[in-house]
């Protein structure tokens, strides 16, 4: 069992930025690929950025290339979305996931296994 432990969602106004937190326990050695995604109601789960374990290679969403950097700390237990020049388009409640196997695209929700609580990010 892997547990998610989000923070850092808040309100900010366009051109700002936030860094989203995602810290990990439990039998994490099984997981392979973390990620962000988003949600508005009413719409898919999107996903945002994903990060290989191990490795480091990531992948995005072509909404936020050049903007979010997904990232993990040196202790390697706590992952990381930092985003930068938020647009209002960029509100959402902000998911961290986690799944076990490499295969298939990084950033489809269903693929994953465990989620984490959900953060709201608002910007107005």
């Known amino acids: 069992h892997v547990q998610l432990v989000e923070s850092g969602g808040g309100s900010v106004q366009p051109g700002g930025s936030l860094k989203l937190s995602c810290a990990t326990s439990g039998h994490t050695r099984s997981v392979h690929l973390m990620g962000w995604f988003r949600q508005v109601p009413g719409k898919e789960r999107e996903g945002v950025a994903a990060i290989y374990i191990p490795g480091g290679g990531t992948a995005y969403s072509d909404s936020v290339k050049g903007r979010f950097t997904i990232s993990q700390d040196n202790a390697k237990d706590t992952f990381y979305l930092q985003m930068n020049d938020l647009k209002p388009e960029d509100t959402a409640m902000y998911y961290c996931?986690?799944?076990?196997?490499?295969?298939?695209?990084?950033?489809?929700?269903?693929?994953?296994?465990?989620w984490g609580q959900g953060t709201q990010v608002t910007v107005s």
């Open positions: 996931a986690a799944r076990g196997t490499i295969y298939g695209p990084p950033l489809s929700a269903p693929t994953y296994n465990y």
